[in-house]
């Protein structure tokens, strides 16, 4: 079957990461070739299924559907009835309903292959198995094949050498540090997956073990971090690219009238690298060595850029603004096509065709390097793309991410696949919907607070006798207001102070330290290794990191003259008024006690295996004609200093002058001292 130029297909997929992009690899090479145009639906885990999602796909009218790896029951119930309401085949991959062709890699070949290395070339006899997901089939076959091929050569299989991993590094790093702690005798490290095999890989290396040297290791999935570590993890491909090409053969098969082909399998093949197997070659082993370093490096510039990019949306003020700064980056990352439609007012219930929710604008358009001309019209948002666009999506594979806050649908960005990244890595959808739902939050204040201005003024004009309404009114407008500079006050990730309202806090307690005399201090905190934590875990779980550290800031501090604030980026401040260098310290060792119960996991730190966070102090008393500026760069300095000692520390401002009329008091300035984390004692009681 050949498609034509309008031959449409739908792609639902939970996630996107490196195995759902691979899988799409394949599957948008074969689309191209058959002139098919694709849309994904990228759908998150473990939230529902957007609202307008059936609209949207009865509108793009597909004439083929493929579902990727939907495990929740409920969730692939709901859109295999919509697609059995369009009438019209579907294939999965890596999931399987009867009467339905499924596409997946099988385990045993590459699994036998595997243990064929360890055990026969290799010689391997003690051999630690880290376990996956409980009752997931991928983990259990693949502990299968690891018992028969014990079995087949008569050897036994150490229980005690049985760890579990959860398919999660960090939850591997940590058995593998405990089984460790207890013995050493083993010889090879064989992970279900390549996650858990780099998190074994972390902890072998911290205990002084040398791998393959001492200890192979060895994963599955062959997914790209595993061949950028040093040395390269020995893995099993699964043939992703070559199961998103079958799937849409098949695909096309049925829409040319063929029968559902039932379960289809790709068979997994063993990628031998320097984890189990050393180089011995000197000029190959610098070659792979250069390889990885050059991957790692374009990785983290790319990277570098996702973050930046993050930051510069998070701090955006207006929809306009969201759009030029998205406009700006794309080139960078290789984007040809990308739409944001923005809704007139988010979707939280389904309300009809008529209400305000269902429309909306197209905020940007960019094709081929170029911003088209806006256009302000709205249009019915389950088109997905004005009338004049409409032709873009009969060609090509565009994903559509949802932007949402909550239950709260605000609109949708539409976009070519990047082909340097996967789009776990461009997960800017995230900060577009945070950023987007504090414009439309304000945005509806402001009209709010605009239309009860106008029924105050026409009220009082009308009813001047009744003055307990219009009271009634300013006070609800005053409210109103408040809540409105208390928005505009409050940073958008973390939801404590943002930097605007730390400064005028500091201006206004500076006044008033020279004023009293009253000492005053700062705290200036900064999170060990940010950038590290963001490279292994994801943007996503660097903002939760960061709301965790601005939660124990906020817990550390206890007056309610007392501001902690996000100053930018990783780095936070923490303004005492009336407060001693005592004090002040007091306040940084409760919040890194805080910080250190809250355990939040960094498996590539090289301070500790949590997050960690280095603090400067500094604390003086203001005089007449001094800036504030200058306690800001004396806590800045100590913190250069807490960093430059090893991080995770508390560093004390030095040598801070008193004013001159002080001196003459005969005050002494408490500001002399340092402080190193954990020799000073910890003051107590209240500062």
Not at 25 to 45: I, K, P, R, Y
Not at 336 to 357: K, N
Not at 375 to 396: I, K, Q, S, V
Not at 561 to 580: H, K, W
Request: hydrophobic content about 40%; proline content about 5%.
């Amino acid at each position: 079957m050949t498609g034509t130029p309008t031959d449409r297909v739908v792609v639902f997929v939970v996630g996107l990461e490196e195995y759902q992009t691979r899988l799409l690899d394949g599957m948008t090479a074969m689309f191209a070739e058959h002139g098919l145009g694709a849309l994904v639906l990228q759908l998150t885990s473990g939230a529902p299924i957007p609202l307008s999602l059936p609209d949207l796909v009865r509108t793009f009218r597909p004439r083929g559907a493929a579902m990727i790896g939907i495990e929740n029951t409920a969730k692939r119930t709901e859109l295999l009835d919509v697609v059995a309401e369009l009438g019209i085949p579907i294939v999965l991959l890596g999931d399987e309903v009867p009467g339905l062709t499924s596409v997946r890699g099988e385990n045993p070949t590459g699994m036998r292959e595997l243990m064929a290395h360890l055990l026969d070339e290799r010689g391997a006899r003690a051999l630690a198995l880290v376990r996956g997901i409980p009752h997931n089939p991928d983990s259990m076959e693949r502990e299968a094949v690891f018992r028969e091929e014990h079995a087949r050569r008569g050897l036994p299989v150490d229980e005690d050498l049985v760890i579990e991993g959860r398919f999660w590094h960090d939850t591997t790093y940590r058995a593998v540090r405990s089984l460790l702690a207890r013995r050493r005798d083993l010889d090879a490290v064989v992970a279900l997956n390549d996650q858990s095999a780099i998190g074994a890989l972390v902890a072998l290396t911290k205990a002084g073990l040398r791998v393959p040297d001492d200890v192979m290791v060895t994963g599955f999935d062959n997914t790209q971090v595993a061949s950028w570590r040093w040395p390269g993890i020995t893995s099993v491909d699964q043939g992703l690219e070559r199961q998103g090409t079958l799937a849409v053969e098949r695909l096309l098969a049925e829409l040319d009238g063929a029968p559902a082909s039932g379960q289809v399998l790709v068979p997994s093949r063993l990628v031998v690298r320097g984890s189990s197997r050393p180089e011995t070659d000197p000029d190959r082993r610098l070659d792979l060595a250069t390889e990885a370093a050059r991957a790692a490096d374009t990785r983290v510039v790319a990277l570098e850029s996702v973050h930046d990019l993050s930051l510069m949306l998070q701090f955006s003020r207006t929809v306009e603004e969201i759009a030029e700064i998205l406009a700006s980056a794309l080139d960078r990352f290789g984007i040809d096509r990308l739409f944001l439609v923005v809704r007139e007012q988010p979707l939280a219930d389904w309300t009809g065709p008529d209400h305000p929710s269902s429309q909306a604008r197209l905020m940007l358009s960019y094709r081929n390097g170029r911003v088209d001309p806006p256009m302000t019209e709205p249009f019915p948002a389950h088109l997905l793309l004005p009338e004049a666009l409409r032709a873009e999506l009969d060609t090509g594979t565009l994903i559509l991410q949802t932007l949402r806050v909550g239950v709260k649908e605000l609109g949708f960005v539409v976009f070519d696949q990047a082909p340097d990244l996967t789009v776990k890595d461009l997960a800017v959808h995230s900060v577009i919907s945070g950023a987007l739902d504090t414009i439309m939050s304000n945005r509806e204040l402001e009209r709010h607070a605009a239309t009860l201005e106008r029924t105050v003024t026409r009220r009082t004009t009308e009813l001047r006798s009744e003055v307990a309404v219009r009271l009634q009114a300013e006070q609800e407008l005053h409210r109103l207001n408040v809540e409105l500079q208390r928005a505009l006050m409050l940073d958008g990730l973390t939801r404590i102070a943002n930097r605007t309202a730390f400064q005028e806090r500091l201006t206004t307690q500076w006044d008033l330290s020279a004023e009293t005399g009253h000492p005053m201090a700062l705290l200036m905190v900064d999170v060990d290794l940010f950038k590290a934590y963001n490279d292994c875990y994801g943007h996503l779980e660097g903002d939760s990191a960061l709301r965790s550290v601005a939660r124990c800031l906020q817990q550390a501090v206890l007056r309610p003259d007392d501001l902690a604030s996000r100053y930018g980026g990783e780095e936070f401040a923490v303004l005492l008024p009336r407060c001693s260098l005592r004090g002040a310290l007091a306040v940084a060792h409760r919040f890194r006690r805080l910080l250190a119960a809250a355990a939040i996991p960094h498996a590539t730190s090289t301070v500790d295996t949590v997050v960690t966070a280095s603090i400067g102090v500094a604390a003086l008393v203001a005089g007449r004609g001094r800036s504030p500026d200058v306690l800001i760069g004396e806590a800045d300095k100590a913190l250069y200093q807490a960093k430059e000692r090893g991080r995770n520390r508390v560093a004390l401002a030095r040598g801070i002058p008193l004013p001159r009329a002080t001196r003459r008091r005969g005050t002494r300035s408490e500001s002399t001292g340092s402080h190193r984390a954990g020799t000073d004692p910890v003051p107590s009681g209240r500062y």
